[in-house]
């Protein structure tokens, strides 16, 4: 089956905490070692060479990844946002037909295990890796001082095998988390779906807002989504938004809401659902983002906002470019 992110799951995984003794349960481990934020078109490719090591060796595959991000613990300062929660992410995961996934907690003692420590320790004494699949760029260990080349260099010692998966390349650029956030930064959301493989999105509750868009005559859903999670620039977007087995086009506002609000209120993310009918509330969406119609800004009237919603509309199925 091809795999889908907004589908459901239809591989089972079993999820653990810890590494220690999982070489006992499960004898014959491919390993695959990476943060996998956001899944991309670079992670996609990891994991399904890790699933056909496993299958080559008569055993299973295995992500490890750690849970915070080590950056939130160690400088959170400058820990970067989200692309997915961590649940939205193992789900993914899941789909490409992994085994087992490892939740590692992530804590400052565990920061200072050096990186020999950990080839030995964790993927060699806890999980007897007979595999072992990371990204030309993977780190590990103390400072980050653990490498590809490191891990070439012990698995003679440690008796696995090593693979290392190059960078995917879209127009001359290579596929990271760290490029994918610098485009939602931007706004350019169709530009991130060419590097993630799919339509970034944004999932939440839907809460009660002003109605001041079913005053315009143009009602509009307020999503509350996860606050570690990126959201995209401020502006107007053309949307799609799963919903009772069906798909809905629609225009999604992200941002201040300047005609009514000025420019100190908290962005907030407002979706019109076009051709829907019914109530919202409490309800959890999916928005997903497919391109950027315009910037946001302020309007002289409510009339001149209406007749720039109708326009947004219009670009929004498709009907002008």
């Not at 988390?177 to 485009?183: D, M, P, Q, V, Y």
């Not at 993630?196 to 009660?208: D, H, I, K, S």
């Not at 069906?246 to 941002?255: K, S």
């Not at 005609?259 to 109530?279: A, M, S, Y």
């Amino acid at each position: 089956m091809q795999w889908n992110p907004y589908m459901g799951v239809y591989a089972e995984v079993e999820v653990y905490q810890t590494w220690h003794n999982l070489k006992d349960r499960y004898p014959r481990l491919a390993v695959g070692l990476g943060n996998f934020d956001g899944v991309h078109l670079g992670h996609q490719k990891l994991i399904r060479e890790l699933v056909a090591d496993a299958k080559k060796i008569g055993g299973h595959s295995l992500v490890f990844t750690f849970h915070p991000h080590p950056t939130a613990v160690l400088d959170p300062a400058i820990a970067p946002p989200l692309l997915l929660t961590q649940e939205r992410k193992e789900d993914m995961i899941a789909r490409f037909g992994v085994d087992v996934l490892v939740r590692a907690p992530f804590t400052a003692d565990f920061s200072r295990t050096e990186p020999e420590d950990f080839i030995a320790g964790v993927l060699c004494a806890g999980l007897g890796a007979r595999v072992i699949v990371v990204g030309y760029n993977y780190t590990f260990g103390f400072q980050g001082r653990g490498t590809a080349a490191l891990l070439k260099e012990c698995s003679e010692k440690y008796n696995y095998e090593l693979h290392v998966i190059p960078p995917v390349i879209i127009d001359g650029r290579a596929v990271s988390s760290t490029l994918i956030r610098e485009l939602l930064k931007a706004g350019e959301v169709a530009k991130a779906a060419q590097y993630l493989g799919y339509f970034p999105f944004l999932e939440g509750v839907v809460v009660a807002g002003d109605r001041r868009g079913t005053a315009l005559g143009f009602p509009t859903a307020n999503l509350e989504p996860d606050g570690k999670v990126l959201i995209p620039a401020n502006g107007v977007y053309s949307v799609r938004v799963p919903l009772d087995g069906d798909t809905f086009l629609g225009v999604a506002n992200i941002g201040v809401r300047p005609t009514f609000c000025g420019q100190n209120k908290r962005p907030n993310i407002e979706v019109h659902l076009l051709d829907f009918q019914g109530d919202l509330y409490g309800k959890y969406l999916q928005v997903q983002f497919i391109r950027r119609i315009r910037e946001e800004r302020r309007f002289a009237s409510p009339r001149e906002l209406i007749a720039q919603i109708k326009q947004d509309i219009l670009m929004a199925r498709g009907i002008i470019l």
